[in-house]
């Protein structure tokens, strides 16, 4: 018995009314863990029950309490029939699993019914003791970290960055097992709502003991997903990165603690005979026989260089030795073959990571993407996974096979998705080919690698733009000029990433969304005529979605693309294509061309005439943009490279080539007839509206930024407010308009229009920026579109905003030191996260002044602007004193207020309930993360058969998101909890049948857990603030005992 | 392109003070959109018809979530589902118990019961406020009664607990509360110059003044079954009115009693000859009302009677506010003198707050 579980039921709140006679209830609780129930006494009469009960003790496995959720019930008894649920609460106990995140889970829960909603609290202390002798980790991996987060968590450093890690699992959907026809919905929501917690529960303690083996403390980037594939079963799958990470406060006290358990682990192969794991780990002999399958080197032939034509083109060292020699000097070398026999051996080497330590990214490629069409079949064994493991396993061989055409022996960014209609899915996965540096890749060489990642990047800002690849046997055509930066190594005219934009680099101006939207109409078809039909659509669509991307990169003057990220989504009679990405202009690369219009048959005056309009209409659109995105580049360089804008049918070539990286080569020929994808060859209505369409995007309105990534680039002053929100919208196409081009334009204009409206209703926030845009598209039905947004809004200071807009003397000039800046920013965060914030602030003080050369110390702005956010905060606190509610006037407050301050949960410095903040952003500006308590990973269904009477299907979603986010606050709160960074909305499924007025709903949403401190709290309040987040959790247990 | 779905959804629930302000009114969501079309809004922001639409219904949508929330605003501090500030939160409860003058004035006194509501779309009609807003606003009032109605305690303190009020509405929601519950007549035509506040302020010193919680012995008296302390008049208190009798049914005692006021004010009132004149007839009527006090439906027609015996009086004579205060402060002070007179206590509880409440009626 390695853990005892410990539970205790204090008090429910707000409990609906079950008894209509009396108008209250007599609820009681049960409290399950894997087979064993406990029960409370029934609490007579009343809506805010005090069951205040004994410790419920479970003793169990680790196994078990890897896997299983908590499970409390809270019902109405009743005596003469059977009781009544009133809702549940699934808590998720891996957070107490490790030592250093949540101790205690404590506060109140909402009691969420999959019918009815919310109904009511109760208030839940669980306790975990670990018997740590019995350190037998065999199937379980307790101990093993999950971030969600895809970059090293703010308070840890990377010893070890291990590489892939990925596992996925498989069961019958309980929704369309037989039984679902006998059973209430209720029943078969809460059998699939526990299912997906347990398959979640088991997944990543698989994943954990991959980390062991390897050998790490921790995953990051961790991913999982949910595949509903309706009749043949339920796949969830989830990847990371495996870390060995290392706690910035206490180094010392913390890596024994991680290593020994690795250690033992050694063992585990010999010990464990029926491995569970070895299927999807190995490239284990596909079973194609089981299903369809369209492998994508056949009926899906985007890649005629893929696979095998790239690995034999370029043999890994090959590819190694040659770029070397053109670089020159055999430090490059040495660090190629180097990384080269690091990433050797693993299978995969992709990393999940956005953003990185300083000095890990040598070089970046360009993106790498792959898609194969599959056919699903029923999942006969469960247990046995392996058709699913081998789709992908094939897929990731393909990522890996053009990341090596691009010189690259590592793919960043990575991330993997589906797309399910029916039994055809769509199966994606993408990322960015990369140069790693050895160092972080292996043991030992840690020390001292601080010091040399800064010497080795002295070409600050530009590096990982150099390209990786051969110059002289180069994988595609491509266009190459000197670093208009370092004016060393060449250097692609355009450059697309599925990463974060790196913290060096240099940037000019600020970065914008840049989107593309696409539909495509598909006959309906069954089975294997259907999967061909949208094998054979992907390839256009990919083609059509990049030009465009590449046509709006231009228009707004750029030549980067950071965060791209290409969805393709399949409906009954469409496909759909939206990428999302942050354009930038990188300092390093060359000024990007114009847009040329020709018209290809120019017969008379008029049509002349109107070209010209529409080439003068799109320069001024590019004049524009440069103005309002701040680019300025320094114009020195258009001498030393002559003219910047050679050949631009050339050139526009090269670059799309270039940013397909080899996906496009049989695209490539296919569009020879097209040839420029930047002359816009106006020769028929469809690219008349292509212009027009590329003309129609709106900028956001004045004060708005929007990006995609963690940074805008060229905004860094945020201050504190932050607004996440997630927004729906589902537009019912009407049947007669369903051509290709209406269906654009019906697209775009949701996208666009959904935009437009989140600025309007964020106006208040100006000067603002929302950043990670993410959006999702999906076909729920036949002539429904949805599309889901979540998003960060995050006001700036506009004061200094203002003065990035200088002059271009004075303007580089401070570039240059704020590039110094943030290059120094990192090494020296790490300095002052790791003194542990209250000992030595003065220190941490010096350091940041002193990290600053421009103006006024970034710390003191801070301070200021928090000051007066303090200011504002007791002119609240004084505000509110008239109506004597909140806790810090509550004890001046008159008779009777007793009562009040029993109901009042944890005391918290802004409100009685305590305010938890969501961003799917790593970071809170303004604050420190101080600590990580564990992962958020929640599943939820919710269904109603009254869709009228709760106000509609707008009125259903919009209870239930909020529900949502109250549930992940609740829980991020009773771990001591008073943010989620990383958020993300995996899943957004909604199916509604009105005339049956009937609806349902999956949502499925993770983030990690954190406390944060805010900056200026640090100093001012230092004491109190901590208290008063890690606390809620413990008193909101105790006041009402 | 209809769009079938539309909604956002902040970790920080979004609060539109001018949208919340147009549902508290009682639009529907297109006269919402046309007002805030006619606002000027797009022209500011640059937004189209459609965003204003969908921005408005997201709104709405909320607000009708939180009116759950809002009858029951602790409710609404120590719910999981919005996460609001604690300054908004404030708002939105003071802004949803907010009314209109016009509507309060029309259901002042009145029972608050399915009858009266019955009668609000001819309020809506008189008064313009649209149904839904009267709806509103009848609701608040009938909630807040039944709510502190079976409490003890001070009125305003319950108010203020249990519905999170300023300390401003909630003495006006107590003065709601105290003439629904005794029925003061304020609808009769020589009433209508009167504002809320007007008879807000009366409330008010009555409720000090006239209730059994105004005696400030309630801990002496155990009686569980005691009347509401601050919602009920005293009725020991009006029983002893009729004490007040004698200082008009006895002729020597009202003489003196008017050579006292008439020689104290000499030469300080501009309107002393039409005072003299009018004296004996002024102070019957006040101790008159006084005396009538026991019987309930004297106790409704209290400020009619106040109006048509003092108020209409002094204006016909067109007696300037300082006169007015001169001559009560005088009547009042100058019972003391009289000897035969053993009601002193009684007569300063009286009229210490009539004073009070006359002075605020003499006005135009």
Redesign the interface.
Known sequence: MPGKLKVKIVAG??LPVMDRASDLTDAFVEVKFGNTTFKTDVYLKSLNPQWNSEWFKFEVDDEDLQDEPLQITVLDHDTYSANDAIGKVYIDIDPLLYSEAATVISG?F?IYDTIHG?RG?INVVVKVDLFNDLNRFRQSSCGIKFFCTTSIPKCYRAVIIHGFVEELVVNEDPEYQWIDRIRTPRASNEARQRLISLMSGELQRKIGLKVLEMRGNAVVGYLQCFDLEGESGLVVRAIGTACTLDKLSSPAAFLPACNSPSKEMKEIPFNEDPNPNTHSSGPSTPLKNQTYSFSPSKSYSRQSSSSDTDLSLTPKTGMGSGSAGKEGGPFKALLRQQTQSALEQREFPFFTLTAFPPGFLVHVGGVVSARSVKLLDRIHNPDEPETRDAWWAEIRQEIKSHAKALGCHAVVGYSESTSICEEVCILSASGTAAVLNPRFLQDGTVEGCLEQRLEENLPAGCGFCHIPYDELNMPFPAHLTYCYNCRKQKVPDVLFTTIDLPMDAAVIGKGCLIQARLCRLKKKAQAEANATAISNLLPFMEYEVHTQLMNKLKLKGMNALFGLRIQISVGENMLMGLASATGVYLAALPTPGGIQIAGKTPNDGSYEQHISHMQKKINDTIAKNKELYEINPPEICEEIIGSPIPEPRQRSRLLRSQSESSDEVTELDLSHGKKDAFVLEIDDTDAMEDVHSLLTDVPP?SGFYSCNTEIMPGINNWTSEI????????????SLNLTNQALNK?FN??CE?LL??????L?SMIPCCLCHVNFTVSLPEDE?I?VTVTAVAITFDKNQALQTTKTHAEKSLQRASTDNEELLQFPLELCSDSLPSHPFPPAKEHLESASSNSGIPAAQRDRCSSWIELIKLKA?TI??G?????VTVEKAS????GN?RN???PPCA????G????TPLSFIPGAKITKYLGIINMFFIRETTSLREE?G???F???F???V??MV??HVAALGGNAVVSYIMKQCV?MENPNKNQAQCLINVSGDAVVFVRESELEVVSTQQPAATCQPSCTGGEVTT | ??????????????IDEDVYRLWLDGYSVSDAVALRVRSGILEQ????A???Q??T??HY??F??LERLLHAP??L???????I???R??LL??RYYAFDEAFVREVLGKKLSKGTKKDLDDISTKTGITLKSCRRQFDNFKRVFKVVEEMR?SLV??I??HF????RLARDYAAIVFFANNRFETGKKKLQYLSFGDFAFCAELMIQNWTLGAVGEAPTDPDPQADDMDMDLDKEFLQDLKELKVLVADKDLLDLHKSLVCTALRGKLGVFSEMEANFKNLSRGLVNVAAKLTHNKDVRDLFVDLVEKFVEPCRSDHWPLNDVRLFLNQYSASVHSLDGFRHQALWDRYMGTLRGCLLRLCHD
């Open positions: 709140r707000h109140w909402p919310i609290e309105p607004q996440m929100f997630t927004s729906v919208r589902v537009i019912r196409l009407s019906n204009d949701l229009n437009k409206s989140l600025y309007f209703k106006r429904l949805q609240q505000r509110r008239s109506i004597k509610t909140t008159p008779v009777g207020e009040f109901r009042s949960s802004n409100s009685t309930v305010v938890v903040k969501m106000g299907v707008s009125g979603l919009h209870a998101i909020a529900e986010f109250a606050r609740a909604f | 392109m209809a769009s079938e779905l539309d909604i956002f959804v902040g970790n920080t629930t979004l922001t640059g937004a189209t459609a965003v204003l969908s921005d219904m997201d949508r909320t009708q979530m602790p409710k501090l120590h719910q999981l589902i919005f996460q500030p604690p300054s939160q404030a409860i003071e305690g303190d319950n203020q607990q999170l009020l300023s300390d």
